[in-house]
């Protein structure tokens, strides 16, 4: 990582509060260049707290755009950090309302020139897709990372259908703890009391709606991107990583939204931006990248980027499986069109007699995390174990070439059920000489969702039927001499929410299934790809004070041989313990729990707890919050449970609990 001192511009920064149309006020903290005239804006808006909880990420990119010419601004979402105001649903009509307001906002500066840039990863990718879809006249130009066009199919809350236990239970308990935390006083003054006790009277359990929406409805419909295309007006650059869940938006907008205002790019990353150099590698110079877009389309620079191809994709070589890699073997290649001429679907036709699959509850214990941030137990290790629970079809790749794939694989499977419900799961691995199954992607169907995820239909009970299904998007070469491996399986736990009597699985029948892979040859613009290495602004100067304390391991499987259960516990670690250069302590502690037993989808449990304190010593401030999430189900429905206490000091300023019962309808 090259750290930059010297820009073409001196910069400062200071915090405002900006005003929105009803009153409520955002903070905003703004990073520019010393100069009389006027520049461009970026802006990246977040509930994520910009004093504290993004402030190290913030310092990296922020003062290095405002060092080559941009006004970089960061928001707070309403009702999050300094903010005024309560705060919401995710992407709520509210929010978008007033990211539209901010975007106005900022092109009337007199220091603007009245051309906007949105950017943001996650959260932010979501919002500034979302705000280029409605449009306002100064966003001229959108980066969005690891970020989704389609907010039921390719979120944290549904997979195929199915509820995604692992994240709509974990995500919602983290935002219900993001929530509840206060203002700081430090940038607040004495107000920050009266408006943590007012936005705290505002939070509701966001698994309450999540799960009450287990179609695609209109309720997810709001804020997808992929409802219309043609709405977003906005040059897009969209980023991902092949092991981030979002990389297919990337492939979808290359596809959708017109050439001449859109470039895709992935990389063999996880859910970071792609400077950070966290695994797995390589990174890049991102922030020179998108300082090539910024300059083309709010400065009107004829810098070539637009010659680039539409889609610039990174390839991985076959690699051993492990949990974390600091570099994966591959290259990068190019595409001029998306979808491409150079990449064929090739079927693979399954072979044998009919096979009656009805795997452990268990099975997907090894699925690795939903969302890989980079940490040490984050990626799936070898998945030979969860491929002893699932159906295994494979196919030999000859002595002499690899097998090279872009895009997203597709199995269709001809089903026999003798249950109304179930669900399918499939796992592309790649098989090396010695035994080693690594997983290269994988896609999962409710059942009752096959006909559309608007939708649930039972199966018809004992009747077969043909199921077509996609997997994840991925670059993937299988070396020769390797087998490519599809595993299939009847249930996938902590990942995929089990049914009531899908215990008994299904009957799979080869002679209707088959594989179809997106074989990719040689292209034209595969030459001369290359990026410049990452480089960042001075980092903050956070402080990880050294604790003797052993730390939790990330992801450690128990299992009660008496009970017949596993327990998956899981440290998600976020960010722990820090002290900030402003005097600000603060600290963080999450814990994961999942719970199943072997033979009994109605055992499956979740748990989450979370402690979070913020500490001024020289103020003598000192609030604290915890939570508790829980989610059980009974045949007919989900039941959930939560509770905040927040704390000024040693007093309970606030104490809630929720208990509701949520039918099942689909999911």
């Known amino acids: 990582m090259i750290i930059r001192t010297d820009f073409p511009y001196g910069t400062t920064h200071e915090d405002v509060r900006i005003p929105l149309p009803d009153g409520v006020e955002l903070y905003a903290r703004i990073w520019r260049p010393v100069t009389d005239e006027p520049v461009p804006a970026l802006l990246e808006y977040l509930p994520y707290r910009l004093t504290d909880w993004t402030a190290p990420r913030d310092q990296q990119r922020h003062p290095w755009y405002a060092g080559h010419g941009y006004a970089s601004v960061r928001v707070d979402v309403r009702g999050h950090g300094c903010s005024g105001g309560r705060p919401g649903d995710e992407y709520d009509a509210r929010e978008l309302a007033d990211g539209v307001a901010v975007v106005e906002w900022l092109a009337a500066q007199p220091w603007c020139t009245g051309s906007v840039g949105m950017f943001g990863i996650s959260w932010g990718g979501f919002n500034s897709l979302q705000i280029a879809a409605l449009a306002p006249e100064p966003l001229k130009a959108v980066v969005t990372v690891c970020s989704t066009d389609d907010r039921y199919d390719n979120d944290v809350h549904y997979m195929g259908g199915s509820v995604l236990a692992v994240d709509m239970h974990a995500w919602a308990a983290t935002l219900l703890a993001f929530a509840s935390r206060p203002p700081d006083p430090q940038f607040t003054g004495d107000d920050w009391r009266r408006m943590w006790l007012d936005r705290l009277e505002a939070v509701e359990p966001l698994v309450h709606t999540w799960l009450s929406h287990q179609t695609r409805d209109a309720y997810w419909r709001h804020g997808s991107v992929c409802e219309d295309y043609p709405a977003v007006r906005a040059a897009v650059l969209a980023v991902g990583g092949w092991h981030d869940p979002y990389r297919d938006t990337v492939l979808r907008l290359v596809e959708h939204l017109p050439s001449a205002r859109v470039r895709g790019l992935i990389g063999p990353w996880s859910h970071q931006y792609p400077d950070r150099g966290l695994p797995p590698g390589p990174a890049i110079g991102f922030l020179q990248e998108t300082l090539r877009w910024w300059d083309h389309w709010l400065k009107g620079a004829d810098n070539g980027v637009m010659e680039e191809p539409l889609l610039r994709t990174w390839i991985s070589e076959s690699h051993p499986p492990a949990t974390v890699y600091e570099e994966l073997p591959g290259r990068w290649v190019g595409e001029r069109s998306w979808p491409s001429a150079s990449v064929i679907p090739v079927p693979y036709v399954f072979q044998g007699a009919p096979v009656a699959v009805a795997s452990p509850q268990h099975t997907g214990l090894d699925a690795g995390r939903f969302f890989p941030f980079g940490n040490d137990a984050d990626l799936p290790p070898d998945q030979r174990e969860e491929d002893a629970k699932s159906a295994c079809f494979e196919f030999p790749v000859g002595r002499e070439e690899p097998v090279e794939i872009l895009g997203r694989p597709s199995v269709t499977l001809r089903l026999r059920l003798d249950v109304p419900y179930g669900q399918v799961v499939a796992r592309l691995c790649d098989v090396a000489p010695d035994g080693s199954s690594t997983l290269v992607t994988r896609g999962a169907l409710n059942l009752s969702a096959r006909r559309g995820r608007d939708r649930a239909l039972p199966w018809p009970v004992g009747a077969y039927e043909d199921v077509t299904f996609e997997l994840n998007g991925i670059g993937h070469a299988f070396a020769p001499g390797h087998r490519i491996r599809l ?103 999450a814990e994961e729990v999942y719970e199943i037993q072997d033979a009994d989808a109605l055992s499956a449990r979740t748990f989450s707890r979370w402690r979070i304190r913020l500490h001024r010593p020289e103020l003598g401030w000192d609030a604290r919050v915890e939570t508790r999430s829980e989610i059980r189900c009974d045949e007919g429905g989900f039941l959930t449970s939560n509770e905040v206490v927040c704390r000024e000091g040693d007093e309970v300023v606030f104490h809630r609990t929720w208990e509701r019962r949520l039918p099942r309808a689909a999911g």
């Open 487 to 589: 595993a299939v399986s009847s249930a996938y736990w902590p990942w995929i929410w089990p049914r009531a009597g899908s215990e008994a699985g299904w009957t799979l029948d080869p002679a209707g299934s088959a594989l179809t892979l997106p074989v990719r040859a040689g292209s034209a613009a595969d030459g001369g790809i290359v990026f410049e290495a990452p480089e960042q602004a001075e980092p903050l100067g956070v402080v990880v004070p050294a604790t003797l304390d052993e730390p939790r391991p990330e992801r450690l499987v128990v299992r009660d041989v008496a009970r017949g259960t596993w327990r998956l516990e899981v440290d998600p670690r976020y960010g722990g313990t820090r002290v900030y250069p402003d005097g600000l302590e603060y600290e963080e502690d």
